[in-house]
Every structure is written in structure tokens, then in C-alpha cells.
């Protein structure tokens, strides 16, 4: 069975090189589903907590969300940086407390402090959808993300292989010494 959770990033990015009206800079709201497959954790009778979901993907998605997303080879790049950097806010900002981990992936690398992330292709919702499990495959057994954004819409499926490991009494992952990082439970 599965579980899902859904949550919205706002961002702005374009479209580089692309013949239409998304070549110029602009914004969306975007909504992004993730739904993770597994068996019934009988202890909960749940596959995994929504919530829980939510938690590990926000953790790292939040470097997405009022950030701007701009392809590695867009000449906005580096301006932009100029800018950041003559305003003083390209190492951050007091006021900018929502930061993510560093990533870098083949796909994507965010820069938090400035709320920045460049990616190897286009952001199109296909290109999020790939950047997502991209960074989530380990920690999720992730089948389905879904993301809209304006009027695109895309999702893709992927195959789970195996069962995670998780608590019988709060539903959550299981370190990797079978503990319950959550209420303490050890695994026999
Ligand atoms: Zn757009
Ligand atoms: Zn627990």
C-alpha cells in the first residue's frame, strides 16, 4: 500500500533558450506529491506517517522553496551573484533562517545561504521530478512524485524494491542499530 504527502514550494526560474514566454524569469507556486510504498507496519497499521514524509523530504526540499532555480549555463547566474554579492546577502542574511543542507547532486547543487539552486537541466516539472528522487531514493521508497506547477504537470512511477525497517510504535525509520531515533524502541 501506500502513503503520500503533498506540500508547495514557491520558487522562480526560466526557461533558457526556450522559445515562448518562460525564457523570461517568473515565479510559481508548485506542488509537489510524494508517495512512498511499502508493506503495513503492523505496529501502527500504517505503511509510513505523512507527517514523517514530509519531514525528510522538507529538510532537504526546503533549498527549493522562495529560492530562485537557474540552469548552471544561464548568463543570469553570475549576475545574479554579482548582485547578491554587492548587497552583502550572498553568504546569507540574518533573516534568511530556512536553509537546507548543501546538496550536490549530478542534477542539482543548492546554494542556501543565498537561496539559490542550479541545476544541470532546465526545470521543467520533469526535470523536478528527476532532482527529487534524485535526492530522496535513499531515505524514502519513494513510487510516485508527482509535481505541478502552472499549468505543467508531470509525475513518474518507480519500482520499491525491499522493506524499510521501521518503528512498530511510532512508524518511523529505524536507525541503523534498529532504534527508534523518535521514543527509543530497539529491535530484537
Ligand atoms: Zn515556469
Ligand atoms: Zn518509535
Not at 554579482?82 to 533562517?97: H, L, M, R, S, T
Not at 523536478?128 to 513510487?143: E, G, P, R, S, T
Amino acid at each position: 500500500m501506500r502513503s503520500f504527502t503533498t506540500f508547495d514550494l514557491q520558487y522562480a526560474h526560466r526557461f533558457l533558450g526556450f522559445k515562448g514566454e518562460a525564457q523570461y524569469l517568473h515565479g510559481h507556486t508548485g506542488t509537489l506529491t510524494i508517495e512512498v510504498e511499502d508493506t503495513i507496519n503492523k505496529g501502527v497499521n500504517m505503511v509510513f506517517p505523512c507527517n514523517e514524509i514530509k519531514k525528510i523530504a522538507w529538510n532537504v526540499l526546503k533549498n527549493f522553496d522562495h529560492a530562485l532555480v537557474l540552469r548552471e549555463d544561464d548568463p543570469l547566474l553570475p549576475a545574479i551573484l554579482k548582485a547578491y554579492e554587492e548587497q552583502g546577502i550572498k553568504d546569507g542574511a540574518p533573516n534568511n533562517v530556512m536553509v537546507g543542507p548543501k546538496f550536490e547532486t549530478e542534477l542539482a547543487k543548492a546554494y542556501p545561504e543565498c537561496r539559490l539552486v542550479v541545476t544541470k537541466e532546465t526545470m521543467t516539472v520533469e526535470g523536478m521530478i528527476k532532482i527529487v528522487y534524485d535526492l530522496l531514493k535513499d531515505d524514502l521508497n519513494i513510487a510516485k512524485i508527482t509535481f505541478s506547477s502552472g499549468d505543467n504537470a508531470a509525475s513518474q512511477e518507480y519500482t520499491v524494491s525491499g522493506e524499510k525497517d521501521r518503528c512498530p510504535l511510532c512508524g518511523i525509520l529505524l536507525d541503523e542499530n534498529g532504534t527508534c531515533p523518535k521514543c527509543g524502541y530497539k529491535k530484537h
